[in-house]
């Protein structure tokens, strides 16, 4: 009969040294393989994500789009939302605003992405023509779109998050919804014909104001349009909060701070001031915006069943778990 050691390949030790050494190596082992599954299960994961960020989206094929942003036929509660906004939001009020959101006194609650999501869950917007559910209802019908489609990750988390601004009505000293939602668009020059309900800006004082009210006001023509001052709301707030404590790259971060600056994005109005580079931001802007705006529907999403795909995907771009509102 052969020897032990001559199936092993080597002699068999029987001393505690060498168990120990043993038992390192198979814990070495054992880390090896749980790192290959992770490797496995995150290229698993990706491998639903092929599309390229801006190719055309398709979730929405059977939309009748033309249903969506009718303004005209829209309720008293959108309508009286925009003649208080448009008159509220001035250089004055933005500035202060600004100072707000940057003062070193400022408490700012720290919380995680998933809490946050939560706490939207009581938030009705008043802007909104489009949907009467709540706020943490649109953010998972924005992402699952996305992941529909196959786009990127980072950009099933700008679905995931982009609304989140709107948690500055319970933290940030907000007035009310007029200076939290709706959408966008620059102060300190001429209020544009094709923001909606443009004749509603008349009660606002800036629009007679010698510089404010005048097309270029205190911008250069090809300034670039990060450099507008813009409506102070939750696009401007998010983009602030998340620039320094995310990994989301420069087009998720541009989705965000311009997702509600319909008049640039998807009219045309304020080209005059674009610089270079501007063009591949308004195209990130574009690619996103149907995923915000045609995926709203009645349908209500269970959110426990999506919660443990949504987790994981915080985690990869959020590695410090809790967030600096
Ligand atoms: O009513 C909506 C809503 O407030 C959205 O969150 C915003 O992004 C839109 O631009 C706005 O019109
Ligand atoms: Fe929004
Ligand atoms: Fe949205």
Redesign the pocket.
Known sequence: MMAPSAVYGGPIHHDGAALEATSDAIDDVNVLKARAAEKKRRLELRQGSSADFDADSQFDATKDKSAFRQYEAACDRVKNFYIEQHAKQTVAYNLTARQRFHAASRVRPELSVWDAIEKLNTLV?E??PDTELSQIQHLLQSAEAIRRDGKPRWMQLVGLVH?LG?LMLFFDGAQGQWDV????FPVGCRFDGRCIFPDTFAANPDSVHPVFGTELGIYAPGCGIRNLIMSWG??EYLYLVLRDQSTIPPEGLAMIRY??F?PWHHDGAYREFMADGDEKLLNAVRAFNPY?LYSKSNEVLIVEELKPYYLELIDEFFPQRKIKW
């Open positions: 917007d802007s909104d609304d709107k939602v709706g959408d966008s939750h696009d997702h509600s319909y915000d």
